[in-house]
């Protein structure tokens, strides 16, 4: 009985038919660093990679930080080309005892440490067999015993947030490019406009106007 068995009727609708690779990354983590544990398992499995979505998976506050190894997620359909991983964050509100009474302390996002990013790398691995139409456990070895040492020191960062675009100081510099080239062109204009006129007036005292 596969764990997960009960959450596959949500995961369906991320089902992706075709050899198209796509990575969707939900998470805090970084995109780069965490293509980088998947690419290197996928070599590792000989597989071409399939398409793929990571995203955070729920932790029960009263888990939470402890239960991370357990709670990362995986979902695959046997023989198809889509991967659902979920990844709790690092570190949730931890709820923390103040003599007797307690309070819950907003612990900031880590990396994800070593043993977390090869709790991820296993997860990943395991539903590759699935990819490859393995469908029973029992037909394979416990995902937890998988051996990841080619990962090396693979560091999963957070994602650097994005640097804000300064959206009013972007408006001015606009507005100062377009009073710029309209000065240019009237002044351009003003100078056709006399030479037109110059012209005019030397026609009219031609004709005797
Ligand atoms: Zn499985």
Redesign the pocket.
């Known amino acids: 009985m ?3 068995r009960k959450v596959y009727k949500n995961f369906a609708a991320y089902y992706i038919r075709g050899d198209v690779v796509k990575f969707t990354n939900e998470t805090q983590y970084s995109t780069q660093d965490l293509k980088k544990v998947f690419d290197a398992v996928s070599r590792h499995e000989g597989i071409k990679p399939p398409s793929l979505r990571v995203f955070t998976a729920k932790v029960p506050k009263w888990c939470a930080p402890t239960c991370f190894s357990t709670v990362v997620r ?3 359909w046997r023989l198809s080309k889509h991967i659902d991983i979920g990844i709790p964050k690092h570190l949730l509100d931890v709820k923390a005892g103040v003599q007797g009474a307690s309070s819950i302390v907003t612990v900031p996002l880590k990396e994800l440490d070593s043993d977390q990013v090869r709790t991820v790398a296993r997860v990943y691995s ?2 590759l ?2 990819i490859r139409g393995v469908a029973k ?1 029992k037909d ?1 070895i416990p ?1 937890t015993s998988y051996d990841v040492d080619y990962l090396g020191d693979a560091r999963v960062r957070l994602k650097q947030p994005k640097k804000s675009r300064d959206i009013k100081q972007e408006r001015y510099i606009k507005a100062l490019d377009k009073v710029k080239a309209y000065r240019t062109k009237l002044k351009r204009d003003t100078t056709l406009l006399n030479k037109w006129l110059r012209k005019v007036k030397h026609y009219e005292k031609n004709i005797g106007l």
């Open positions: 596969h764990w997960m995986g979902a695959a395991h539903e067999a699935h456990h394979m995902w």
